[in-house]
Every structure is written in structure tokens, then in C-alpha cells.
């Protein structure tokens, strides 16, 4: 049974950096597409940040390209997103989510409703 479990979220200040991580069992992380996505209060979740092939081949949504980056240690099984120079519109509650590479995504169609086996999310709120 595949499992996500997401940690790291918390309180800070803009400009700041947190780093989250996604803890994954019952998959290897060679064989699955792992995003980062969130969700603010009233809105759809979105996506952030995507490995998108074995050899990590990455994406990112046009807002946080170039401060956000997203990781992966396979030793872990865990998948990282480190997020610097926060602004208040990162806050939400940011969740890893796991699709198999035998069910083919192309490469810009990594959005939220392709994902399954979401862990609880973890609170991300950038305020001064």
C-alpha cells in the first residue's frame, strides 16, 4: 500500500525558506512521478513542483520557478522541496502526491487530478 507522508511545513516570515519532505513507503520512488501541490483556503489545489522521470527530470509551476526546488533522496524514499524567498501567496497546505510511470503523464499535464495516495499535508504560512 503506497503511503506519503508529508513534514516540515510551518510559521515564517517572507523572504524565509523552509524545507519540506514527503516520506514515501509501499513504492519506489525509481518507478513513480512525485509532485509537490497546495491549497489555499477557497481555491483548487495546484500544482508546484514535479519529478517527472526516473533520471529526476523536474518541473515547476511558473510561480515558484527559480526559488522553489524539488528533490529526491532514493536511499530515503523521500522526496524534498526546498522553497526559499517565501511570499505570503505560498501560503497553503502543501501536499506530495504519486502517480506510476506505467500510467504516462506528458511532461506539462501533471496536475492534481492525475495524482492519487495523498499524505495529510503539512501547513506552509509565510507572514510577517
Known amino acids: 500500500q503506497v503511503q506519503l507522508v508529508e513534514s516540515g511545513g510551518g510559521l515564517v516570515q517572507p523572504g524565509g525558506s523552509l524545507r519540506l519532505s514527503c516520506a514515501a513507503s509501499?513504492?519506489?520512488?525509481?518507478?513513480?512521478?512525485i509532485g509537490w501541490f497546495r491549497q489555499a483556503p477557497g481555491k483548487e489545489r495546484e500544482g508546484v513542483a514535479c519529478?517527472?522521470?526516473?533520471?529526476?527530470?523536474?518541473d515547476y509551476t511558473d510561480s515558484v520557478r527559480g526559488r522553489f526546488t524539488i528533490s529526491r533522496d532514493i536511499a530515503k524514499n523521500t522526496v524534498y522541496l526546498q522553497m526559499n524567498s517565501l511570499k505570503p501567496d505560498d501560503t497553503a497546505v502543501y501536499y506530495c502526491g504519486a502517480r506510476p510511470f506505467i500510467e504516462p503523464l506528458s511532461s506539462t499535464d501533471w496536475t492534481a487530478d492525475k495524482f492519487g495516495s495523498w499524505g495529510q499535508g503539512t501547513q506552509v504560512t509565510v507572514s510577517s
Open positions: 509501499g513504492l519506489s520512488l525509481y518507478y513513480y512521478y
Open positions: 519529478i517527472l522521470s526516473a533520471d529526476g527530470t523536474t
